[in-house]
């Protein structure tokens, strides 16, 4: 069964940073490009950042390009976001999910974790 | 970027009815579609891609149309199970984007 279980959302202060972290299960992780997504409260769902198998390509949106960073370890099976100079629009849940084709970018979700929160507050 | 419109962000139904969520993009994009659902406490389930295609698990209830701009999610004999959120997204271009999200509720 494939899981993905996101961890080390809180609290934090506007201007501050935050890592988040996702461990998957149940697939062979480094076949497939990953995503993050994020709803905020009351709002659609808006995509943060895609990374490629390798780790070599990061995609972002202009929103939180140069604050926040997509990594991953193929070994650990894991994903990353580091998100730096958080702003309190980043407020938001942050969902790991999984690009649902073998190493390919263009292809929709299929695969979605329960989701961190993260508020941003002073 | 591409703006995906859902016009109805409310939709009240009763077991037994047909529906149909509309979503609408702002520019062409073949049929680089996919609809989602979210149910209270569990995660997001990948439904239907390329437009139309059902994800493997997806009732056959469920059925997808439209291509370029123009697309539809319909959900023929609600079941009690289906009631939720239903969001459409792109993913022919980046950003990928979604929409606001149709909250089907039961009448």
């Known amino acids: 069964e494939v899981q993905l279980v996101e961890s080390g959302g809180g609290l934090v202060q506007p201007g501050r940073s935050l890592k988040l972290s996702c461990a998957a299960s149940?697939?062979?992780?480094?076949?497939?490009?990953m995503a993050w997504v994020r709803q905020a409260p009351k709002k659609g769902l808006e995509w943060v950042a895609t990374?490629?198998?390798?780790?070599?390509?990061?995609y972002y949106p202009d929103s939180v390009k140069g604050r926040f960073t997509i990594s991953r370890d193929n070994a650990k099976s894991s994903l990353y976001l580091q998100m730096n100079s958080l702003k309190s629009e980043d407020t938001a849940t942050y969902y790991c999910?999984?690009?649902?084709?073998?190493?390919?970018?263009?292809?929709?979700?299929?695969?979605w974790g329960q989701g961190a929160s993260v508020t941003v507050s002073s | 970027d591409v703006q995906m419109t859902q016009s109805l962000s409310y939709l009240a139904a009763s077991p037994g009815e047909s529906v149909s969520i509309s979503c609408k993009a702002s520019?062409?994009?073949?049929?680089?579609l996919a609809w989602y659902q979210q149910k209270p406490g569990e995660a997001y389930k990948l439904l239907i891609y390329?437009?139309?295609t059902l994800q493997s698990g997806t009732p056959s209830r469920f059925s997808g149309s439209g291509s370029g701009t123009d697309f539809t999610l319909t959900i023929r004999s609600l079941e009690p199970e289906d009631f939720g959120l239903y969001y459409c997204?792109?993913?022919?271009?980046?950003?990928?984007?979604f929409g606001s999200g149709t909250k089907l509720e039961i009448k």
């Open positions: 990374i490629s198998t390798s780790g070599s390509r990061t």
């Open positions: 390329s437009g139309s």
């Open positions: 520019k062409s994009i073949s049929n680089y």
């Open positions: 999910a999984r690009h649902s084709a073998l190493r390919i970018l263009r292809t929709p979700m299929d695969a």
């Open positions: 149940g697939f062979t992780f480094s076949n497939y490009y």
């Open positions: 997204q792109q993913y022919y271009e980046k950003p990928f984007t």
